[in-house]
């Protein structure tokens, strides 16, 4: 009978595996020109080489008010 930590994904090589994967992805995400793509799209970068106002539009927030729903509409939604 194998034991649990036998089954796939568990033994040490796979173990290594994941962990060079990951380690992998992780410098993808923290260098320098991913980046300064993620602070375009209003992240704030971690790397040290990227200055948090070195995008072109940073953070873009665009709030449009509305009227409230009427009396009749809340009490729908209440319903539901």
């Known amino acids: 009978m194998n ?10 090589q796979d173990r290594t595996r994941r962990w060079q994967s990951t380690n992998i992805f992780r410098q993808f995400l923290l ?15 971690v790397h040290p080489g990227v200055d948090i106002d070195s995008a072109d539009k940073g953070i873009q927030i665009d709030v449009h008010a509305c009227e409230a729903p009427s009396p009749v509409v809340i009490e729908a939604l209440k319903a539901l």
Do not use: K
Not at 3 to 12: E, I, K, L, Q, Y
Not at 31 to 45: D, F, K, T
């Open 3 to 12: 034991s649990p930590r036998r089954r796939a994904g568990h033994t040490n």
């Open 31 to 45: 260098s320098e020109p991913v980046q300064r793509r993620a602070v375009a799209h209003g992240l704030r970068p």
